[in-house]
Structure formats: C-alpha cells, structure tokens
C-alpha cells in the first residue's frame, strides 16, 4: 500500500488522466520551506517518451495534505529533435512506399515508370472475355502523351 502521500497524489491523477496512463512513483522531493513536495510519476502517455506525471503538494502545520497542482512535464530528453536525415533519403524512402499522388502502396504492388501503383478498372476485372484495344489508348499512354507535349510547348 502506498504511503498517504502518494496515495492523494494517485487520486489526483486519477481525475485528469486514464489509470494506464499512470506508472510508478519515480521520486519525492523534500519539502521546500514552504512545504511543498514534488512527486513524479513514470508516464505510459502514448508518443510520449520520458514524459512524468508531476504532482505538487503541501502540508500546512497539523493539517491534512492537500494537492495544489498536477500536470505532464517533459524529461531531460523529451523534447530533443530526432537524429537528422539528409532530405535526399527521406524522400527516397517516401517515394519507395507511396505512389504519385502519395497514397501508401502496398508491398506486393510496384510504382510503374511515373511513379504510380497499377491500376486495375473493375469492369476488366469481372470481365473474362478479351477487350478490343484497337483504336484505344491505354490511360499510361494518354498521360505520357500529355506530358511529352507539355514538355515540347515549354
């Protein structure tokens, strides 16, 4: 069982956040000459490493405890940036799982020529008779064809 202390700290807590969210006592601070304590508590807050639960409270003479304030503080090393990567890789890796228009591709499709995942109509997909493509263009080629013209006029 928890000491008094902690115990109204956990209370505390328990009104502003999910009892999950809340891990182990970490530390207790001594009273200032005030009387207030500090006491922190591990966060489980989902995308927040090294984050704590802080808890401030004080004891006035022969009176109970009280909490005066509660709040998720960052840690020393919370709020560092991540390690830095070049531009150049990390839009090599984004265009190697999303197509053109940056929809997520799956691991078994492949990006064609222009970048953009194979597209299969449902009418072709129902349909097991052969299509006529004659006189047709495939929509690949009608945008190839867009684009060497726009290229030409530039």
Request: net charge negative; glycine share 6%.
């Given at each position: 069982?928890?000491?008094?202390?902690?115990?109204?700290a956990l209370?505390a807590?328990?009104e502003?956040?999910?009892?999950?969210?809340?891990?182990?006592?970490?530390?207790?601070?001594e009273p200032n000459?005030e009387g207030v304590?500090?006491?922190r508590?591990?966060?489980?807050?989902?995308?927040?490493?090294?984050?704590?639960?802080?808890?401030w409270?004080?004891q006035v003479e022969?009176?109970?405890p009280?909490?005066?304030?509660?709040?998720?503080?960052?840690?020393?090393?919370?709020?560092l940036?991540?390690?830095?990567?070049?531009?150049a890789?990390?839009?090599a890796?984004?265009?190697?799982?999303?197509?053109?228009?940056?929809k997520?591709?799956?691991?078994?499709d492949?990006?064609?020529?222009?970048?953009?995942a194979?597209?299969?109509?449902e009418?072709?997909?129902?349909?097991?008779a052969p299509?006529?493509?004659?006189?047709?263009s495939?929509?690949?080629?009608q945008?190839?064809?867009r684009?060497?013209r726009?290229?030409?006029s530039?």
């Amino acid at each position: 069982m928890p000491e008094p202390l902690t115990q109204l700290a956990l209370v505390a807590l328990g009104e502003v956040a999910p009892a999950e969210q809340i891990g182990e006592l970490v530390s207790t601070s001594e009273p200032n000459e005030e009387g207030v304590r500090t006491l922190r508590f591990a966060s489980d807050v989902p995308g927040h490493p090294d984050w704590f639960w802080t808890v401030w409270t004080t004891q006035v003479e022969d009176d109970e405890p009280t909490v005066l304030e509660c709040d998720l503080l960052p840690g020393e090393d919370a709020l560092l940036a991540p390690a830095w990567i070049p531009w150049a890789e990390r839009l090599a890796e984004f265009r190697a799982t999303h197509d053109r228009n940056g929809k997520l591709v799956d691991e078994d499709d492949e990006l064609d020529d222009e970048g953009e995942a194979p597209e299969v109509e449902e009418a072709e997909a129902e349909s097991d008779a052969p299509r006529s493509t004659r006189g047709k263009s495939s929509t690949r080629t009608q945008r190839r064809t867009r684009r060497r013209r726009r290229r030409r006029s530039s």
